[in-house]
């Protein structure tokens, strides 16, 4: 059971152009969304996270863009340069306050930069 | 920094054979948690544990067990190894919070196993 889709499974973009990398979720009682980045031979990283009180969060040139009615949420990348080549997975989880939330990940999307 | 060790980063294993990979973290995060890579599949969650000797049941854990009996080390176990097990396997941890926001999760490097 997929509960968070992503997409597309690869994409590649052109130094300076705009990546975008979107995600969709079921479960309606997700409230934290980050996003994670993994270079070759690394685990991945946290890179970027949102609550769903905001349908916007910017950190440099990544942002993260959520529609809480569609159940989607996107990352963009502007000005992408070849260090951002990686891939990169959306997640999605429910805050309790137990503290043993588990996220659910995304398939991931290979992205490459090409000068 | 947050280091999250990983003892075996490639193993090469039979199919029958019982195999253990360790995870160590250094900054006594609360929660720990073993995930499996797959190409197309993403990350799913094997098994996760937010307190020694606790462990809960992910969306795999068919094939696997854990064990948590110091708060820095987390084991997964396959008891007899099978071909459909090779893959990427990664460990995190995280700190346990509460309220309003998620504990950032902390990777290792992975092991890559490989059943025969």
């Known amino acids: 059971q997929q509960q968070v889709k992503q997409s597309p499974q690869s994409l590649i973009v052109q130094k300076g152009g705009i990546s975008i990398i979107n995600c969709a979720y079921e479960n309606t009682a997700f409230d934290y969304f980050p996003w994670y980045q993994q270079f070759p031979g690394k685990g991945p990283a946290l890179l970027i996270a949102?609550?769903?009180?905001?349908s916007e969060k910017k950190e440099g040139r990544f942002t993260i863009s959520f529609n809480k009615s569609a159940k989607q949420f996107s990352l963009h990348i502007m000005d992408s340069q070849p260090g951002d080549s990686a891939t990169y997975f959306c997640?999605?989880?429910?805050?309790?306050?137990?503290?043993?939330?588990?996220?659910?990940f995304g398939t991931g999307t290979r992205l490459t930069i090409i000068p | 920094d947050v280091k999250v060790t990983q003892s075996s980063r490639y193993l090469v294993k039979r199919t029958g054979e019982k195999v253990f990979l360790e995870c160590v973290q250094d900054?006594?995060?609360?929660?720990m948690f073993w995930y499996r890579q797959d190409p197309g599949l993403g990350l799913r969650l094997i098994y996760f544990s937010y307190d020694v000797k606790m462990k809960e049941k992910g969306d795999i854990p068919e094939g696997y067990s854990v064990s948590r009996e110091k708060k820095e080390r987390f084991s997964l176990i396959l008891e007899s190894a099978s071909t459909n097990q090779t893959s990427m396997y990664l460990c995190?941890?995280?700190?346990?919070?509460?309220?309003?926001?998620?504990?950032?999760?902390?990777f290792g490097e992975g092991s890559r196993l490989t059943v025969l």
């Open positions: 900054m006594d995060h609360e929660n």
């Open positions: 997640a999605a989880s429910k805050i309790s306050n137990f503290g043993n939330e588990k996220l659910t």
């Open positions: 949102i609550r769903p009180d905001v």
């Open positions: 995190a941890s995280s700190l346990r919070t509460s309220g309003s926001w998620h504990g950032e999760l902390f």
